[in-house]
């Protein structure tokens, strides 16, 4: 059995990461956009119930392995642990550093400064005060 634990500071994070997201869209940032939705797709990944979870009905008349009925196929999301989405914004923070690395070490200066900015967008979102 999963316990849901509800914690704060992970649902500020993806209220700041979805306020960003509206704000980069506005400004026309496509290097802010893709790292804020990146970090929103991980965080919902990471929400995403494991296949084979949930309810587990008989099949359908239709299709083997469908289940019969509006909605009977849908289960809730699980929730995150206190402090995973934190760790999951440094990953993708640390991601981007890593491959950024990669492509300074390639000669592509101009991708590793993109991942950079991405990087840094996102450390904004865990310190607000650090992006000036």
């Known amino acids: 059995m999963t316990h849901r634990v509800t914690n704060v500071g992970d649902e500020a994070i993806r209220d700041r990461l979805h306020q960003a997201l509206r704000d980069a869209m506005r400004a026309r940032d496509s290097v802010a956009a893709s790292a804020l939705r990146s970090a929103l797709a991980a ?3 990471a929400c995403a119930v494991p296949a084979g979870e949930g309810s587990a009905a008989a099949s359908g008349p239709h299709f083997a392995g469908a289940i019969a009925g509006l909605g009977a196929g849908e289960v809730p999301r699980r929730g995150l642990a206190a402090g995973e989405a934190e760790r999951i914004v440094r990953a993708e923070i640390a991601e981007r550093e890593a491959a950024a ?9 101009e ?20 992006r000036g």
């Open 43 to 45: 965080l919902d990944n």
């Open 101 to 109: 690395a990669g492509y300074e070490e390639a000669g592509h200066g």
């Open 111 to 130: 991708q590793a400064s993109r991942l950079r900015q991405e990087a840094g967008v996102l450390a904004s979102i865990l310190d607000p005060g650090a």
